[in-house]
């Protein structure tokens, strides 16, 4: 094994290893999710060059200068204050979902329209439209980090592949017998997971537009869909109470999460894929150990059905949104509500960390995005101007962007 170079990561903190082996180019990363301003970096680079054997002596000084820089980016805490820059009517009918590819230079939003737009994120001018499906698009994604490609999931029971570049569609998956909901690529973009009312999830291949597997256990729709980092497992959360855990080489079930007792409206693995996290309509959301599925914690602090949740990117915070229109921030550790966040006057759909991991951001149906303060739950701004509910809204790569979306068919970008 010989390494190549070493790139940063800034969310969440590490460095990638680009080495040989064999002849073939491979990558790896070191994880340095526990990183901070105050860290021995010296210390650390001695503990890394132990486990790992590809960091020789020789490359000691550069790690620390990596490590160094990181540093320096963890401590300059985002403190943006956000200007509305433009307002796109991006459909004639109403908007499903919006969604960035990684760098925040384009964006994509789904309509009732049948149709998928490409957006230029600078000018706010329209790239494509990608026409061809039959129904409703509901679910989208780009494939980042990578974001040459789009994928779309319909109501007309397809999904579709299409060139960022070009808007062409490679490929039309057929298979579900209803509708689409959700969809993911996975992360080493190979594969398009879909999630259906019909009860299944298939994998598709990305290259040969085949399909790969179905994933067949659930009893009722499945409504929430995702990879863990490496892109081993998917986790899939129904309205039949559960959360089925499947191995994404083979499309076996590996386990299934039972104990909510109300329809699934979440369901993610934090970075390191120790944990997941489960949201659901019967008030409270279960972290479970991703590697014996024991239910570890039941946070129960909402008046109402959670409507969304999340991790931040290391892993150590977990935000949930409610129809009680409030929010909380718990402590993935000591699992102990650590702030609430009031002040929205409706329930709240969509909640995200930025990337930092010192602001949430929340969408809400009172037609506005409040932007918080994670650690002591202040409202640092609210974002007006929608004249219905926002049902989508998310923090670019960097943090510096926030795209909301709302049933007033429009979309509107902050930065």
């Known amino acids: 094994m010989k390494l190549k170079s070493l790139l940063l990561r800034y969310y969440p903190p590490g460095i990638m290893l680009e080495y040989e082996k064999s002849g073939e180019l491979r990558t790896k990363s070191i994880d340095l999710l526990d990183l901070d301003p105050s860290t021995d970096v010296n210390a650390l680079v001695e503990e890394i060059q132990k486990a790992e054997p590809l960091i020789t002596a020789s490359r000691s000084d550069q790690v620390k200068l990596l490590i160094q820089r990181l540093q320096t980016k963890l401590g300059q805490h985002s403190n943006h204050n956000f ?43 329209e790239l494509h439209t990608l026409e061809g499906h039959r129904n409703v698009v509901y679910a989208i994604a780009f494939n980042n980090p990578y974001g040459d490609k789009i994928a779309t999931g319909s109501f007309d029971k397809t999904c579709k592949l299409w060139s960022v570049e070009t808007g062409k569609c490679y490929h039309t998956f057929r298979g579900h017998a209803a509708e689409i909901v959700c969809l993911s690529f996975n992360p080493q973009s190979t594969l ?72 699934i409206s979440s369901a993610l693995f934090n970075w390191d894929c120790s944990l997941i996290l489960t949201g659901s309509m019967d008030k409270t959301c279960m972290l479970w150990d991703a590697t014996n599925e024991k239910c570890v914690a039941t946070l129960t602090c909402h008046d109402d059905e959670i409507l969304d949740s999340c991790f931040d990117y290391t892993g150590k915070l977990i935000a949930t949104a409610s129809a009680d229109g409030t929010a909380r921030v718990f402590s993935a550790a000591t699992r102990k509500c650590i702030t609430k966040l009031e002040g929205h006057e409706g329930e709240i759909s969509k909640i995200s960390f930025n990337p930092q991991g010192n602001r949430l951001l929340t969408g809400s149906a009172d037609k506005t995005a409040r932007i918080w303060d994670a650690q002591t739950g202040q409202c640092l701004q609210v974002l007006e101007g929608h004249t219905d509910e926002i049902f989508s809204c998310a923090f670019n790569y960097k943090g510096d962007i926030i795209i909301t979306g709302s049933k007033d068919n429009t979309c509107r970008i902050w930065r």
């Open 192 to 263: 398009v997971a879909t999630g259906s009312m019909d009860t299944t999830a298939k994998l598709w291949d990305i290259q040969n537009g085949e399909q790969v597997c179905t994933l067949m256990g659930h009893s009722a729709e499945i409504i929430s869909l995702s990879f863990n980092t490496s892109g081993d497992r998917i986790i899939t959360g129904s309205f039949d109470h559960t959360v089925i855990v499947w191995d994404a080489g083979t499309g076996r079930k590996l386990y299934t999460l039972i104990g909510h007792c109300a329809e």
């Open 83 to 125: 200007y509305l820059f433009k307002v796109l009517r991006a459909h004639i009918l109403p908007l499903t979902n919006v969604a960035l590819n990684k760098s925040g230079s384009c964006f994509i939003t789904g309509s009732y329209d049948r149709t998928c737009k490409l957006w230029d994120m600078a000018s706010g001018e």
